[in-house]
T-cell receptor, first 113, second 110 residues
Framework: KAGVTQTPRYLIKTRGQQVTLSCSPI?????VSWYQQTPGQGLQFLFE???????NKGNFPGRFSGRQFSNSRSEMNVSTLELGDSALYLC????????????FGPGTRLTVT | SQQGEEDPQALSIQEGENATMNCSYK?????LQWYRQNSGRGLVHLIL?????REKHSGRLRVTLDTSKKSSSLLITASRAADTASYFC??????????FGAGTTVTVRA
């Protein structure tokens, strides 16, 4: 079956702009999680969605938000971009939640200039 | 802050040798997972071991879990060049959050 897809794969934005990233999970997976990966902070948990409900959120400012649609596809939005938001954003899908193996997408590389 | 910490941070071995890396964590867990990441790409799931399990095998991979010491180890036997990657342990901080360690970078020399 098709893997997790993320769009776009690469993005360059200017400080102050906003950005929306998209994630399509594996068919049948209801849980989608988002992570930010940077060389300095490593992999940081952003949020987890299950059946359109956010079940948990990491320690990120309110500029980071997300949502999940009825078909389990998920989007995350970052408003008022800062230079420090430059990172690889990874989404992962799982059958029922984080106690199951996570299937990761290839990531979206966001560069903020 | 990260729940898990891998040790060592980096490892360089000859093809055919074994590679061992360790993960320590701070709080009680339901399960622990190991992932591999090749050069800035997405992570690939390797093994999930539950808190009531002590050892698990998958091909050339062997994972142990010691809940009394809050630690886990990942052993890759007979390493190949394709095993060159970063390896991460991940623990469930609660039912809805997975916390990753900083990772061990493994380089397998031909």
């Amino acid at each position: 079956k098709a893997g997790v897809t993320q769009t776009p794969r690469y993005l360059i934005k200017t400080r102050g702009q906003q950005v929306t990233l998209s994630c399509s999970p594996i068919s049948g997976h209801r849980s989608v999680s988002w992570y930010q990966q940077t060389p300095g902070q490593g992999l940081q948990f952003l949020f987890e969605y299950f059946s359109e409900t956010q079940r948990n959120k990491g320690n990120f400012p309110g500029r980071f938000s997300g949502r999940q649609f009825s078909n389990s596809r998920s989007e995350m939005n970052v408003s008022t971009l800062e230079l420090g938001d430059s990172a690889l954003y990874l989404c992962a899908s799982a059958r029922d939640g984080i106690s199951y193996e996570q299937y990761f997408g290839p990531g979206t590389r966001l560069t903020v200039t | 802050s990260q729940q898990g910490e891998e040790d060592p941070q980096a490892l360089s071995i000859q093809e055919g040798e074994n590679a061992t890396m360790n993960c320590s964590y701070k709080t009680s867990i339901n399960n622990l997972q190991w992932y591999r990441q090749n050069s800035g790409r997405g992570l690939v799931h390797l093994i999930l071991i539950r808190s009531n399990e002590r050892e698990k095998h998958s091909g050339r991979l062997r994972v142990t879990l010691d809940t009394s010491k809050k630690s886990s180890s990942l052993l890759i036997t007979a390493s190949r060049a394709a095993d060159t990657a970063s390896y991460f342990c991940a623990t469930d901080v609660n039912d809805y959050k997975l916390s990753f360690g900083a990772g061990t970078t493994v380089t397998v020399r031909a």
